[in-house]
């Protein structure tokens, strides 16, 4: 039986960016599953200790914007360190993500939900705008029209809530988590050791 992965993410954040094409990556070569979960992490933060960005003392702010430019320059990914439309409201593109997901399957929900990233930190668009959305949406390969009247169905906000649920409960608490079973890896520089449980299967 091949290894499963949940990948819970963030479409607001660099982290889970940078670590996209990875995960990808890495799932393709251990022939594992992935599955995406862009789950509510202004939910997670308040029942797990963390804080959102603007309540982080200035001091892990000036922080967070070293490591970003250290791992961009380490990795060779191209971002924009302080991006024109961040944060992005994941209210319509989350809700795209899972609505792909459930009728369409794994790989066009991420995808889907790496071009969002990839527009808010690489190419300063707006994901939120439903118009800069159907042009992601189509670069995807799949029918803009049918997936925005998609996202607008509100049973996805709903089961992204209990999906952000289910991560409270798993332990989950930052972007990017990928849980394998029960070994959770938080955040894109620990792609290493995801590729070593992989290795394990």
Request: proline fraction near 6%; glycine fraction near 8%; charged fraction near 20%.
């Amino acid at each position: 039986m091949p290894l499963h992965i949940d990948y819970y993410a963030s479409l607001n954040s660099p982290w889970t960016h940078l670590g996209a094409a990875r995960i990808e990556g890495m799932a393709y070569a251990a022939g594992a599953t992935l599955r995406i979960y862009p789950v509510d992490f202004g939910e997670i933060f308040a029942n797990s200790g963390g804080l959102p960005l603007p309540k982080r003392s200035a001091q892990r702010q000036h922080y967070r914007l070293q490591e970003l430019v250290r791992w961009r320059d380490h990795l060779g990914i191209p971002i924009q360190i302080q991006p024109k439309f961040f944060p992005s409201s994941e209210a319509l593109t989350s809700s795209c993500v899972i609505g792909v997901r459930e009728t369409m399957g794994d790989q066009p929900a991420i995808k889907l939900a790496h071009s969002v990233l990839k527009a808010v930190w690489q190419r300063e668009l707006n994901p939120a705008d439903p118009a800069t959305l159907a042009t992601l949406i189509g670069e995807c390969g799949l029918d803009a029209d049918a997936v925005l009247k998609l996202g607008a169905d509100p049973k996805w906000a709903a089961l992204r809530e209990a999906d952000t649920k289910a991560a409270l409960a798993r332990n989950v608490f930052g972007a990017p988590c990928y849980v394998i079973g029960e070994d959770i890896f938080w955040g894109q520089d620990r792609l290493e050791f995801v590729q070593r449980r992989l290795a394990k299967g």
